[in-house]
C-alpha cells in the first residue's frame, strides 16, 4: 500500500510558494523490532520552520532537500512490534509530513486523550504553552502592575503569553494584524489593550497611548519595526524574552531586514535582552505542562486552534502562517483515529 508525503524540494527564496514542496507517494513502512507504526492524525506547522528551510547555521539542523519535512505530529499505533506502546495508543512525537511512519518507541511520547483534547498536546499543553510560559515566566519576569507587551499576540504563543502575564497580574498590551483578532484578545482573552498594527498608522504613538507607564516587559515574537517601535517605551531594568523574528523570516538577504540599533535603549534603561528556544528548558517540560494544564483546567487559560482538513493542504496551511490567517494554534487534521 502506498501513502503520501511532503518534501522540501528547494529551498525559498523570501515568502515560500507552493512549488517549494513537492507531494509524492510511497510505501507505508513496515515497524521493525522496537517500532511502532503511526498513522499521523494532525500535523502542526509553525513559523521557526521557515528557518529550517535555509541552508544557514542554526539552533537546528537545517531540513535537507528532497527530503521528507518533519514537525510535530499527533498519530495513532496501528501496529507494535516493541514493548511499551499498543495498537491503538495516542502519541506525539517530531515525526515526518507523510501519513504513516514506523517510529521506535523511546522516540514518541503517549498521551492521555482524557486529560484534555489530544489536539492541545500540539499547543496549549505541548510546545507554544511552554514556549509562552518559560519564556515569560523565566525570562520576563512579570510582576503585578508592570505592563507587559506582547508582539503576535494572537498567535498560539502569544495568545498564552498574554494570559499568563494577566494570571501575575501585570497590564497587558498586545498587538496583532486585524480587528478581528484584537477583539478577540481584549474581549475574550482579558488583554487591557490591543493594537491592530495593519490599520496604525504610527505605531509609536499608538504603543504611547497603550503603555501611558512605559514596558516593563517585551515579549518579541516578530522583530521588525514592531520591535523598533517598542524599544524607545522601556522602563528601567526591563526584560525583553526573544521568542521569533517572523518579520525577518523571507527576507531576501541581510539589508532588507535593517532598523535602528537597540544597544542604545538596552544601555540606558540597563533592560535585558535574551533569546531563547523553548528546548533550553528541556528538564523542566514537566513542571511548565503540569501548571499549564491546570490553568486550562480552572478556565484562566483559554486556547484557540486553527484546523484546516485534508494531507495535501499542510503547505497551505503552513505558507498561511505568514499572513496571519490562522487565530491561536495552526494544525492540519489528516485523518481520524481508528478508534473514533
Keep these: 500500500m502506498s501513502q503520501k508525503q511532503i518534501e522540501l524540494a528547494r529551498r525559498p527564496q523570501g515568502i515560500p510558494v507552493m512549488d517549494d514542496f513537492r507531494i509524492k507517494e510511497t510505501e507505508i513502512p513496515e515497524a521493525k523490532n522496537g517500532e511502532v507504526l503511526v498513522k499521523t492524525l494532525y500535523v502542526s506547522v509553525d513559523p521557526y520552520m521557515r528557518g529550517r528551510m535555509q541552508d544557514t547555521k542554526s539552533y537546528v539542523e537545517p531540513f535537507p532537500l528532497d527530503k521528507v519535512i518533519t514537525g510535530g505530529v499527533i498519530g495513532e499505533v496501528i501496529s507494535a512490534k516493541g514493548d511499551k506502546l499498543k495498537k491503538?495508543?495516542?502519541?506525539?512525537?517530531?515525526?515526518?509530513?507523510?501519513?504513516?511512519?514506523?517510529?521506535?518507541?523511546?522516540?514518541?511520547?503517549?498521551i492521555d486523550p482524557s486529560l484534555a483534547?489530544?489536539?492541545a498536546f500540539l499547543g496549549i499543553l505541548g510546545m507554544t504553552g511552554l514556549t509562552a510560559y518559560f519564556g515569560l515566566l523565566d525570562i520576563g519576569q512579570p510582576k503585578a502592575g508592570e505592563t507587559v507587551v506582547v508582539s503576535g499576540a494572537a498567535g498560539a504563543v502569544g495568545s498564552a503569553v498574554g494570559q499568563i502575564a494577566k494570571i501575575k497580574g501585570a497590564r497587558v498590551v498586545g498587538i496583532a494584524g486585524s480587528d478581528e483578532k484584537t477583539a478577540y484578545l481584549k474581549e475574550k482573552l482579558g488583554f487591557d489593550e490591543a493594537i491592530n498594527y495593519k490599520t496604525t498608522e504610527n505605531m509609536a504613538s499608538a504603543?504611547?497611548?497603550?503603555?501611558?507607564?512605559?514596558?516593563?516587559?517585551?515579549?518579541?515574537?516578530?522583530?521588525?519595526?514592531?520591535?523598533?517601535?517598542?524599544?524607545?517605551?522601556?522602563?528601567?531594568?526591563?526584560r525583553i524574552p526573544v521568542c521569533g523574528a517572523i518579520s525577518s523570516y523571507n527576507v531576501k538577504s541581510a539589508e532588507d531586514d535593517m532598523g535602528p540599533r537597540v544597544q542604545t535603549a538596552l544601555i540606558k534603561t540597563s533592560a535585558l535582552m535574551k533569546?531563547?528556544?523553548?528546548?533550553?528548558?528541556?528538564?523542566?517540560?514537566?513542571?511548565?505542562?503540569?501548571?499549564?494544564?491546570?490553568?486550562?483546567?480552572?478556565?484562566q487559560l483559554q486556547y484557540e486552534e486553527t484546523i484546516t482538513e485534508g494531507f495535501e493542504r499542510i503547505p497551505e496551511a503552513f505558507l498561511g502562517l505568514f499572513e496571519g490567517k490562522n487565530l491561536g494554534k495552526q494544525l492540519i487534521k489528516v485523518a481520524d483515529s481508528d478508534n473514533a
Design 207 to 238: 504603543l504611547e497611548q497603550a503603555c501611558p507607564d512605559g514596558v516593563d516587559v517585551y515579549f518579541d515574537n516578530v522583530g521588525g519595526t514592531i520591535s523598533d517601535a517598542v524599544f524607545p517605551l522601556l522602563n528601567k531594568f526591563a
Design 275 to 299: 533569546g531563547f528556544v523553548v528546548n533550553d528548558y528541556r528538564d523542566r517540560f514537566p513542571e511548565g505542562t503540569k501548571q499549564l494544564a491546570e490553568w486550562v483546567k480552572s478556565g
Design 88 to 110: 491503538g495508543d495516542i502519541v506525539l512525537g517530531r515525526l515526518g509530513w507523510q501519513e504513516y511512519s514506523a517510529v521506535r518507541e523511546d522516540n514518541l511520547q503517549k
Design 117 to 119: 483534547p489530544v489536539t
